[in-house]
């Protein structure tokens, strides 16, 4: 008998090898699919593919109502092309979510963006700690230099955390500034890094680096084993270096590609390019920025507008 197991196993094994998604989605899919039949167990349901239907699902659906709506959409979407891909294989004759529609709403939670004052203090902090490094002979100077082009690069890119923490040294141009990113699903984007300071800056680190990074697999941002600079490495950096400013927000490296984008779309950059830079694959997606444009173009006038200092006397009717 085909059991679910099996099903789950040659599933993540299509999407690992044959889809090539990342391993953390994959794992993200395994899971979620295994906590489905461990529910399916605890209450005694069928775990025969065959008799797997639309009660069951709804189940599952109540027992997760509890969490987060983005966690239920993300389980949701996980037992969607799960069943998608058995039907797809033959391996079932009835795909119980081709006619159930789950609508989960996400209350709308504006991003946490940096105006252009904090992002000026962040970089102004992050270059005079470099700087004092090399003034004083400091050991640590390269380490200093490292987050210089860790900021630099989520500033300039708008990149993903796991995105920068992934870059190899052959997908940076440093004559043209052109950065290939590897994004979701291995798509790639390319993004232009067009400050000439910035690629200067760039440019030092990889001839410092040059060595230790073909040493370390081609990996452009290096740790001190000589390994791949990690993403919790990335936002330790980031964490610590707000820490130097007097900046009171949480800054996580997602609040640097959240504030490439905003600042962009204030200096009337069609939301289209934004899309494309950000790498969305849905322009609905990156249309949450506009929201913060409107909420920004709000406060402007409220403090700037001259209305305000026009002071009229005026009498109302009783």
């Not at 992002?119 to 270059?127: A, N, P």
């Not at 400050?195 to 740790?223: C, E, P, W």
């Amino acid at each position: 008998m085909y059991s679910v197991e099996q099903a789950i196993k040659e599933f993540v094994n299509h999407c690992r090898f044959e889809k090539s998604l990342s391993p953390k989605t994959t794992k993200a899919y395994n899971t979620d699919l295994r906590q489905f039949v461990a529910f399916l167990n605890a209450n005694s349901l069928s775990r025969r593919l065959t008799r797997i239907s639309k009660d069951e699902i709804r189940s599952f659906l109540e027992y997760l109502s509890p969490l987060k709506p983005k966690s239920i959409k993300r389980k949701v979407a996980t037992i969607r092309a799960f069943f998608n891909y058995l039907e797809f294989e033959d391996k079932v004759s009835l795909n119980p979510m081709r006619k159930m529609l789950v609508r989960i709403r996400e209350p709308l939670r504006l991003p946490r963006v940096m105006d252009l004052m904090e992002i000026t203090e962040i970089l102004k902090c992050v270059y005079a700690a470099y700087n004092t490094a090399i003034e004083t002979g400091d050991k640590k100077s390269a380490e200093k230099l490292k987050n210089v082009v860790v900021v630099e690069l989520l500033f300039a890119t708008g990149a993903r955390v796991s995105e920068i923490a992934n870059l190899k040294r052959d997908q940076i141009d440093l004559t043209t500034g052109a950065v290939t990113i590897k994004g979701k699903g291995n798509k790639e984007r390319v993004v232009q890094v067009c400050n000439g300071d910035v690629m200067k800056t760039i440019q030092h680190y990889s001839d410092l680096f040059s060595a230790r990074m073909k040493a370390g697999g081609g990996f452009f941002l290096i740790n001190r084993l000589g390994g791949r600079l990690s993403e919790q490495s990335i936002r330790t950096i980031v964490k610590n270096l707000v820490g130097t400013t007097s900046i009171q927000k949480r800054i996580t490296p997602h609040v640097f590609r959240h504030t490439f984008a905003t600042l962009l779309l204030e200096r009337e950059v069609d939301i289209k390019y934004i899309q494309t830079l950000l790498g969305h694959s849905s322009i609905m997606t990156t249309q949450l920025y506009t929201h913060v444009a409107v909420e920004k173009q709000r406060q402007i006038l409220l403090t700037k507008h001259t209305r305000k200092d026009i002071i009229i006397p005026r009498v109302f009717p009783k």
